[in-house]
T-cell receptor
Framework: EAGVVQSPRYKIIEKKQPVAFWCNPI?????LYWYRQNLGQGPELLIR????????DSQLPKDRFSAERLKGVDSTLKIQPAELGDSAVYLC?????????????FGPGTRLTVT | AQTVTQSQPEMSVQEAETVTLSCTYD???????LFWYKQPPSRQMILVIR??????QNATENRFSVNFQKAAKSFSLKISDSQLGDAAMYFC???????????FGQGTELSVKP
């Protein structure tokens, strides 16, 4: 079974430029998460989707960040314009809800560097 | 709000020896899950072990076991017979029983000496 797929793996951009990250969850998983992991810290949730609906986006900086999950499958996270402080690893995870344990499976992440 | 604290930024263990990583958490809920994740340099978060709060028995997975102290809100990970491949960042995480976001600690970087 294929795991969570993310692209790109690495991205370097200049500040004020836009950037987008893509995530393809595990087949059949209806819940999708975007986390941001700053250097030396644990991941923090940005947004959680159940199917197409964003059910928790309280930590998403809405002035510059946006996300979408069309047809309840793939998701895209966008930053426009990027700031130096956005340099981090962006992790996507998926799970099945409801499920026996609601376990979240993570992708390999995208490392963003803003110069 | 729930919080997770890992007070050991770095730990080191000799190959084949045993090491224990510490984690404490704070919550007012009675039903929840606790996890230990491993994150190697590849950045992929890998689930090591899971503990349901309503279960008194400590979870074990091969060389990995936990010491879950619900009253003390403590959740430590013991790695026995440490191997070079165990070297990684380890994160303790909390989640409500009915799904939702994971709340992570700051991580402990484990090094394994040959």
């Amino acid at each position: 079974e294929a795991g969570v797929v993310q692209s790109p793996r690495y991205k370097i951009i200049e500040k004020k430029q836009p950037v987008a990250f893509w995530c393809n969850p595990i087949s059949g998983h209806n819940t999708l998460y975007w986390y941001r992991q700053n250097l030396g810290q644990g991941p923090e949730l940005l947004i959680r989707y159940e199917n197409e609906e964003a059910v928790d986006d309280s930590q998403l900086p809405k002035d510059r960040f946006s996300a979408e999950r069309l047809k309840g499958v793939d998701s895209t996270l966008k930053i426009q314009p990027a700031e130096l402080g956005d340099s981090a690893v962006y992790l996507c995870a998926s799970s099945l809800f409801p499920g026996p344990t609601y376990e979240q499976y993570f992708g390999p992440g995208t490392r963003l560097t803003v110069t | 709000a729930q919080t997770v604290t890992q007070s050991q930024p770095e730990m080191s263990v000799q190959e084949a020896e045993t090491v224990t990583l510490s984690c404490t958490y704070d919550t007012s809920e009675s039903d929840y899950y606790l996890f230990w994740y491993k994150q190697p340099p590849s950045r992929q978060m890998i689930l090591v072990i899971r503990q349901e709060a309503y279960k008194q028995q400590n979870a074990t997975e091969n060389r990995f076991s936990v010491n879950f102290q619900k009253a003390a809100k403590s959740f430590s990970l013991k790695i026995s017979d440490s191997q070079l491949g165990d070297a990684a960042m380890y994160f303790c995480a909390y989640r409500r029983n009915q799904g939702g976001k994971l709340i992570f600690g700051q991580g402990t970087e484990l090094s394994v000496k040959p």
